[in-house]
């Protein structure tokens, strides 16, 4: 499994745009990078996945650096709704959480 | 449609006792996975399905758990003979496939072994 290294904690006004980092340099070429995030007292929620391009869906954007050893979570417009734990994940196969960032979203 | 469901919500079950923790995947999802998240921890994994069988199981942490999905739809987490260190949220997910699907997650069994 790839390792990833992502900063323990962010802040973010709301309304404002947050990127979220990770590094995972050791990323095999069939890994596809996941994000997930987990609201307080919640189940892990889905947010993007992507390969090799960048991804935009509802929910945010995922930038992936041409070496594929880091990619950027991007909300576009943070609300209070969005302060969670956010976990980025490259597999092919079964999900392994780290320890992810938690984002806190400041009114 | 439908989520992934589990059952029960919450289950208290003193030292000793054994327990039955169930997940109805979304119709039609292939793989299907079991995690264990402590209080205050990110989920850890524990074993996971493509249909009916079984092809990690990894991340049991003794031979006191043991997941089952006979005919690849509904399966069953069972914990034998519990322990404190058992407590916890066991959530499970399903998904279309591996590889680029997302998983979906239940809302999670919290298990309280007093």
């Known amino acids: 499994d790839a390792k990833t290294t992502q900063p323990n904690s962010m802040e973010s006004n709301e309304e404002e745009p947050v990127h979220l980092p990770c590094n995972h340099s050791?990323?095999?070429?069939?890994?596809?990078i996941h994000w997930y995030r987990q609201l307080p007292s919640q189940g892990p929620e889905y947010v993007i996945h992507g390969l090799t391009s960048n991804v935009n869906n509802r929910m945010a954007s995922l930038a992936i650096a041409e070496d594929r050893k880091s990619s950027t979570l991007i909300l576009h417009r943070a609300t209070l709704r969005d302060a969670a734990v956010y976990y980025c994940i490259p597999t092919y196969d079964k999900i392994i959480f780290g320890k992810g960032t938690r984002l806190h979203i400041l009114p | 449609g439908a989520g992934v469901s589990q059952s029960p919500r919450y289950k208290v079950a003193k030292r000793g006792q054994d327990v039955a923790l169930r997940c109805d995947p979304i119709?039609?999802?292939?793989?299907l996975f079991w995690y264990q998240q402590a209080l205050g921890q990110g989920p850890e994994f524990l074993t996971y399905f493509q249909n009916e069988a079984q092809l990690d199981k990894s991340g049991l942490p003794s031979d006191r758990f043991f997941a089952e999905r006979p005919e690849g739809s509904v399966s069953t987490l069972k914990i034998q003979r519990t322990q404190q260190e058992d407590s916890a949220v066991y959530l499970c997910a399903s998904s279309l496939d591996l590889g680029s699907y997302e998983q979906y997650f239940g809302p999670g069994t919290r298990l309280t072994v007093t």
């Open positions: 119709s039609g999802h292939v793989s």
């Open positions: 050791t990323i095999s070429g069939t890994d596809y």
